[in-house]
């Protein structure tokens, strides 16, 4: 059975490659000479398609079956990344290699967390499925790892980046081609477009997936600005930085995700939510404290409250209104499309101000989410 879940496990390792649009902002802004307001063009063309395509692949995995729209979200993705291996001649190029990245990993994320219940043992489903989001959290840190490592020790331009994605994704649609697997049947009827949108009209539900919509689109502003940030404040070579901001912020992303699934054997979920969101503000207000080094322990910081933020909102939403289990996560998933918008947002801050300032944008995303925090524990209290 072990067997069985490691190819789900490689395509979990896969949608963490679409977070590398992060930290593709400085090195494409460097590369093509671009302003902070087109260099966050890249993170809305990929993340556009979690709205775009979230809620009809979801459609079409009730038709079709979660192993074939698992296999299309890897074809797609493969695509994009071929597109880049053969050489990069222009911006709008490697915009479309963005755009077929985000389209593959925003199937990956639909098909992904139910295949992975028809692969896992009996009662071992939510110790896969968190196993699961920490390898994902891996394939996330690649991304301002690998230029690093490849420049630092290879003497190799950002770009292998996307043969090494390549290389992994070949190994990957060769271990799930031969993949059996017992397609097990939803117990809750399946959310449709106009289920979606009625749910909508509910304030909580709206509450919950605006604090996905703007969670998201925080992480991305966080990681694709701090090498801009390192640069500006301290004059640190973008090139060089990406261990030191953006690897360290994705770290902390992981060592994050990890230590929450213990901690939360002895914290509410509603109480542990309220405490990420403190930790994160303190992270966004430290940036403005005029230290290197309390600059890059706020980056930590930042991330270690981003971590969990992602799958508490999701769990206590689900668990708050049980019978509209699909609809949320549709909704849910296509609010991911967050990162498509706030990013650009703050990218037009940082040209019209400074990028130090533009971090005020992220830190409005987490105070909304605060709030959001905030009123999930009066309601527990209630």
Not at 180 to 202: F, Q, Y
Not at 224 to 244: C, D, H, N, S, T
Not at 318 to 340: D, Q
Request: with cysteine; proline share 4%.
């Amino acid at each position: 059975m072990r067997l069985r879940t490691m190819p789900v496990f490689l395509a979990f390792l896969a949608m963490g490659f679409a977070d590398a649009v992060g930290p593709f902002v400085s090195l494409a802004k460097n590369e093509f000479q671009l302003s902070n307001s087109v260099a966050s063009l890249i993170p809305f063309v990929g993340f556009s398609m979690f709205g775009l395509l979230s809620v009809p692949v979801g459609l079409l995995q009730d038709k079709k079956g979660k192993k074939f729209v698992l296999m299309m979200g890897l074809l797609v993705a493969l695509l994009g990344l071929l597109n880049a291996s053969i050489g990069l001649g222009s911006f709008a190029q490697f915009l479309v290699t963005v755009m077929l990245v985000g389209a593959g990993a925003a199937i990956l994320q639909v098909a992904g967390n139910p295949i992975m219940r028809d692969v896992s043992e009996e009662g071992k489903y939510a110790r896969n499925l968190s196993l699961g989001q920490f390898i994902k959290a891996i394939g996330s840190l690649s991304g301002p790892m690998i230029p690093v490592i490849a420049a630092k020790y290879f003497g190799a331009d950002w770009k292998v980046i996307f043969l090494v994605y390549t290389g992994a994704l070949i190994l990957t649609i060769l271990a799930v081609a031969p993949m059996k697997v017992e397609e097990k049947k939803a117990e809750h009827k399946a959310a449709t477009l106009a289920s979606c949108l009625a749910l909508l009209k509910n304030g909580y539900a709206l509450a919950m997936v605006g604090a996905i919509f703007v969670y998201v689109g925080a992480e991305v502003s966080v990681s694709a600005g701090i090498p801009l940030f390192l640069k500006e404040r301290f004059g640190l070579e973008i090139a060089k930085v990406g261990l030191l901001g953006t690897g360290l912020f994705f770290t902390a992303l992981t060592v994050g995700r990890f230590s929450g699934g213990v901690i939360l054997n002895w914290m509410s979920p509603r109480k542990f939510f309220l405490v990420t969101c403190g930790i994160s503000i303190l992270g966004l207000l430290g940036l403005f404290i005029p230290d290197q080094n309390i600059a890059v322990a706020s980056f930590f910081l930042t991330g270690i409250g981003f971590a969990n933020i992602f799958p508490l909102v999701f769990a206590i939403a689900v668990e708050s209104m049980p019978s509209h289990v699909n609809e949320l996560s549709g909704l849910m998933v296509t609010a991911i499309v967050g990162a498509a918008f706030v990013p650009p947002l703050t990218g037009l801050v940082a040209d019209g101000s400074t990028v130090q300032l533009s971090f005020l944008v992220p830190l409005a995303c987490v105070l909304y989410i605060t709030w959001a925090a905030l009123m999930n524990l009066k309601t527990a209290k209630a």
